[in-house]
């Protein structure tokens, strides 16, 4: 079963959605930046829970879109014009590029993070989750501390498991030290296949892959692989290469497992954010909020297609199979 659990560190309620949209002002117009590095879809459930609390694009809202198309360094340049339209705030989403990007564009302007692949407090972005400060605050997942989960999963996948290569770019190099320490935690030797310069060799990487001998693949999360995440798909089935992932987007496009949170939930839950501060809120005083359950997603076609069997003790623990 789905879970869509989350953690806040005040009283519940605070960023609760309402029964009934509340009323907004007769003829104020909020203009809502969304700064978007790929992906633009999974910002879709935002967009529709901002239409519970009663803002209407074309009415009571205006989204201003701006996309990368996975070319970061377009990000600042982007930000920067949605400082200058004077948003009243700004969603940041997915990679810590965004949100260096909003950030350097403007610390006035209130700005929404969905912090993905990196950890906003260590990066200095916020003060404490309690009390973020300034003009940052949000929803965080702390996916370093979901590494050395997905490689005793894919452990518990492969007993015989002796050799993982991780596919990773520089913008996940946390994530890539987290996967490279849980492996050698558990005796396994690492291969790494770093990606530079996009767009991506995937299939040379896949290929360095089978050539060393690899039981199985780990990938990171950033935004340029999961826009990719068919194409990895494919070539891990083609290659015969298990892989576990971080989200389960991957596991749907088909990669053999996911074990993360609910990435559409994480984006509904920032509109509740948005919500409240055009109503008055001050990002500094809203606690960042915390995924606190997590989906194991199986991909038996795929399990199928790569001659594996999946142990019953895991099937038991998996949120869903996909057959």
């Known amino acids: 079963m789905e879970r869509r659990t989350f953690m806040t560190l005040v009283s519940s309620g605070l960023l609760?959605?309402?029964?009934?949209?509340?009323?907004?002002?007769?003829?104020?117009?909020?203009?809502?930046?969304?700064?978007?590095?790929?992906?633009?879809?999974?910002?879709?459930?935002?967009?529709?829970e901002l239409r519970k609390f009663g803002y209407i694009d074309g009415q009571n809202l205006a989204l201003e879109f701006r996309?990368?198309?996975?070319?970061?360094?377009?990000?600042?340049?982007?930000?920067?014009?949605?400082?200058?339209?004077?948003?009243?705030?700004?969603?940041?989403?997915?990679?810590?590029?965004?949100?260096?990007?909003?950030?350097?564009?403007t610390t006035t302007i209130p700005v929404v993070m969905v912090a993905i692949d990196y950890d906003p407090l260590a990066l200095g972005y916020i003060a404490s989750l309690a009390r973020p400060g300034g003009n940052v605050t949000g929803v965080f997942l702390q996916q370093l501390e979901l590494t050395a989960k997905r490689m005793d999963l894919l452990k518990a996948t492969?007993?015989?498991?002796?050799?993982?290569?991780?596919?990773?770019?520089?913008?996940?190099?946390?994530?890539f030290n987290a996967a490279d320490a849980a492996s050698r935690s558990l005796g396994i030797r690492v291969q790494p296949l770093e990606l530079r310069s996009p767009p991506y060799d995937f299939r040379g990487a896949f290929a360095t892959a089978v050539k060393d001998r690899a039981d199985a693949l780990f990938v990171v999360t950033s935004a340029i692989l999961f826009r990719e995440r068919v194409q990895i798909a494919q070539l891990a089935?083609?290659?015969?290469?298990?892989?576990?992932?971080?989200?389960?987007?991957?596991?749907?496009?088909?990669?053999?497992?996911?074990?993360?949170?609910?990435?559409?939930?994480?984006?509904?839950?920032?509109?509740?954010?948005?919500?409240?501060?055009?109503?008055?809120?001050?990002?500094?005083?809203?606690?960042?909020?915390?995924?606190?359950?997590?989906?194991?997603?199986?991909?038996?076609?795929?399990?199928?297609?790569?001659?594996?069997?999946?142990?019953?003790?895991?099937?038991?623990?998996?949120?869903?199979?996909?057959?």
Not at 36 to 46: E, H, I, K, L, Q
Request: proline residues 7%; glycine residues 6%; charged residues 20%.
């Open 16 to 48: 609760a959605a309402p029964l009934a949209a509340e009323a907004q002002q007769p003829g104020k117009i909020s203009r809502v930046g969304i700064l978007v590095s790929a992906n633009p879809r999974v910002y879709d459930g935002f967009a529709d």
């Open 67 to 105: 996309n990368a198309e996975g070319n970061v360094e377009r990000l600042p340049t982007l930000a920067v014009e949605l400082a200058r339209l004077g948003v009243d705030v700004i969603l940041a989403g997915g990679t810590e590029a965004s949100l260096r990007a909003a950030r350097q564009a």
């Open 158 to 175: 492969l007993p015989k498991l002796t050799r993982v290569a991780i596919l990773w770019d520089a913008s996940a190099t946390d994530q």
């Open 237 to 323: 089935v083609k290659n015969r290469l298990p892989v576990v992932f971080a989200l389960r987007e991957f596991a749907e496009a088909g990669g053999l497992m996911s074990y993360g949170t609910n990435l559409p939930e994480m984006f509904r839950r920032a509109a509740a954010y948005v919500d409240k501060i055009l109503k008055g809120a001050k990002p500094a005083d809203l606690p960042v909020e915390q995924p606190t359950t997590y989906q194991l997603v199986l991909n038996l076609k795929t399990a199928k297609a790569l001659g594996l069997t999946i142990p019953p003790s895991l099937l038991v623990r998996a949120d869903e199979v996909i057959q």
